[in-house]
């Protein structure tokens, strides 16, 4: 056993910025681009705007032991695709019996969740919720305000993360935009 010293990091709530600085991930649209249902208009925005950045998350980076428990604050920007508002890629944790929290700071999100046997949720998320992603749940998040919506989330260091499933067929349920309010849909490929 390795002894870890405790620590202590600040945590901008609007922002999600980890002080002192820690790993940051960008994820701009066109590392996602044919994760949105409307791939046309995902390729129209690349083209016409640019690659936006979608989405970024920090964390504090720990030894991959057991025990040991990783967190840090993801940021979306608000905006959407096509009516499908900005969202995370999504994932399942390798080590499928590892769950997750995700708290809000700031902003309006959703959180969706699946198993691989076809149970859906869609909770809404705000500064102030705790969601809990139990063992065997793939998630995402969405932002369906007009802030940033940030959150932090604790997960355990062997988790591991499993996109691959969610990269090929997505959520089965989208995040899309109902005149002009978030509503959920069903993803065409799980029809
Ligand atoms: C890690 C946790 C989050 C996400 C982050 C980005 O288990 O669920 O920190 O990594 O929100 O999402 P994604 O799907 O790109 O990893
Ligand atoms: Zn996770």
Redesign the pocket.
Known sequence: MSLSLPFVTQVGFDSGTLRPPHKR?Q?RLSDMALMYADRAAAQRILAQEGDRLI?E?Q?VELPSAEGQL?H?S?RILPGDIGGEYHM????Y?ARREQG?V?FGLSGRGMLLLQTEQGATSALEMSAGSAAY?PPYWA???VNIGAEDFV?F?V?EAR?G?D?ASIERDGFRQLVVMRDGAPALAQNPKYA
């Not at 995370?88 to 994932?91: F, L, M, P, Y």
């Open positions: 991930i994820r989405y998350y964390f990783p840090g993801t995370t890629k999504g994932h944790h997750e995700y992603v998630h995402r998040t959150f989330s997960w988790a993360h996109y």
